[in-house]
């Protein structure tokens, strides 16, 4: 349902500021959220649509029709300045500031905030706490990747039993196929299945029951080969040791280490299959990407997965820590007409999980808090 006599304009607001990024032009192309939900916002109807982000020093460009507003001071009051019908701040980590910004935008303006951790509330300091419970209702809604990860913040105080919280993936990619044989020429993937991994090599990504899994594959899978891309290295050690003690697992698993993101979709689009072992995830990003190169998703059963994978509907689900698991799960996805499962993986991806689709959604929420806003506020006044 659309508003009515005019587009719907939204803000962005960006309080997080990295000290590290000094050049605005360096600070979209880094922020690819930041700036593909924004682009989806346009495509969806929204107009104007502008960011208001944190900075060293004040600027402002346009790209793609946006309106990019940097700021080192007075963020709240510049998003005002722009007479919104919703701004949208990203984090749960700024309640004072999400606060003195309600009271400078216009009181028919709604107010979402989007949960960009999926831990919740674990670890934050306890004024943090304190300022969430105390500033909470200057927020209409919040956004989760999934409905469990309200829950902790829900229990902390920061978001009220009668807030509403409503589920959309913050993010997705603007990767792309690559032809199979081009990639695979690119890329080095091998393999019938070719599985891949792209994450972080620790506790919570579980390498080591992943690799457990590929090993327990090979019996039904005897030509499946791994190829591992990793940035963090906590459990190096641990993953080289194990492909020491196991021939068949050092003869077909490859470690390659980091690889630059331009290069990623032919590492995707080579691979039949994408597999991790996480036990929690705020978004999934290579997950998302995976999906958009072709890679059939054999990851764990936790929200957020559960969600990109329609619970299951493409690829497979397997339970976290469970080898065995994730044996099942390759070899049940590993024998299926891949070809098919492609087809079937890049329709789910356009409906469920692409840019426009997160824009369509937002635009969804957006029109339902504001419409929600207005119509408390109306009833407010007839009541006067």
């Known amino acids: 349902m659309k508003t009515g006599w005019k587009p719907l304009s939204v803000v962005q607001v960006n309080y997080a500021f990295d000290k590290g990024l000094t050049d605005p032009e360096q600070l979209l192309d880094r922020y690819s959220t930041l700036t593909g939900w924004s682009d989806a916002l346009g495509r969806a109807g929204a107009s104007p649509v502008a960011v208001v982000q944190r900075f060293h020093r004040d600027a402002r460009m346009a790209r793609d029709g946006v309106d990019y507003i940097f700021r080192r001071t007075g963020c709240s009051t510049t998003a005002a300045a722009c007479r919104p019908d919703v701004a949208h701040v990203n984090g749960l980590d700024f309640p004072a500031r999400t606060w003195r910004l309600r009271r400078r935008l216009d009181p028919s303006c709604a107010i979402v905030v989007q949960n960009h951790a999926g831990g919740g509330i674990a670890g934050r300091a306890s004024a943090l706490r304190v300022l969430g419970r105390a500033a909470r209702r200057a927020a209409d809604a919040f956004l989760v990747a999934a409905d469990e990860h309200a829950v902790s913040w829900r229990r902390a105080g920061f978001i009220a039993p009668d807030q ?84 068949v697992l050092n003869d077909r698993v490859r470690l390659v280490g980091a690889v630059p993101h331009e290069r990623m979709a032919s590492f995707y689009s080579a691979a039949d299959l994408f597999v991790v072992g996480s036990h929690r995830e705020g978004s999934g990003y290579a997950v998302i990407e995976a999906c958009a190169c072709g890679a059939m998703p054999v990851v764990t059963s936790i929200p957020t997965f559960r969600l990109l994978t329609g619970d299951g509907a493409v690829g497979a689900l397997w339970t976290p820590g469970d080898a065995d698991g994730c044996a099942r799960a390759l070899v049940d996805v590993g024998r299926r007409d891949l070809t098919a499962e492609r087809t079937r993986l890049a329709d789910h991806f356009a409906r469920e999980l692409s840019w426009d689709a997160v824009g369509r959604r937002a635009m969804e929420i957006y029109e339902q808090v504001l419409g929600a806003r207005r119509s408390r506020l109306g009833s407010s006044s007839a009541d006067l």
């Open 164 to 247: 509403p919280a409503y589920q959309v993936m913050e993010s997705s990619t603007r990767l792309r196929p690559v032809p199979r044989g081009v990639a695979r020429d690119q890329s080095g993937v091998s393999g019938s299945p070719a599985v891949l991994w792209v994450g972080r090599l620790n506790s919570n990504k579980d390498p080591l029951v992943a690799l457990d899994g590929f090993e327990r594959s090979l019996r039904e899978l005897p030509d499946a080969a791994l190829t591992m891309i990793y940035s963090e290295e906590d459990l190096l050690d641990g993953v080289r040791q194990r492909l020491q003690r196991s021939p």
